[in-house]
């Protein structure tokens, strides 16, 4: 029932979301990230996001526990 609500809440947000644990595997991700990166939900979660983007930016961000916003999974703003 919450992972249910955590979807549904992530589903009526307009920015691309990507939710990932500390081990790198995507543990949320909504519409508007299916729509803008081509990547359906059920390929994606439970996978780690390094089989979909290579980042140095999202790579950096989990090691040194920044917040990253207005950034695409891709680095460009």
């Known amino acids: 029932m ?3 609500r955590w979807q549904e809440l992530l589903d009526v947000l307009e ?10 595997t995507v543990t949320g991700w909504n519409r508007r990230s ?3 990166y081509d990547i359906p939900a ?3 979660l439970g996978q ?3 089989l979909f983007f290579s980042n140095l930016l999202l790579t950096r961000a989990m090691k040194e526990s920044l ?6 999974l891709n680095g460009q703003p």
């Open 2 to 4: 919450q992972e249910a």
């Open 48 to 50: 780690p996001i390094e």
């Open 34 to 36: 299916e729509k803008l």
């Open 15 to 24: 920015e691309a979301v990507c939710v990932i644990d500390a081990a790198g």
């Open 42 to 44: 059920d390929k994606i």
């Open 67 to 72: 917040t990253v916003r207005e950034t695409y």
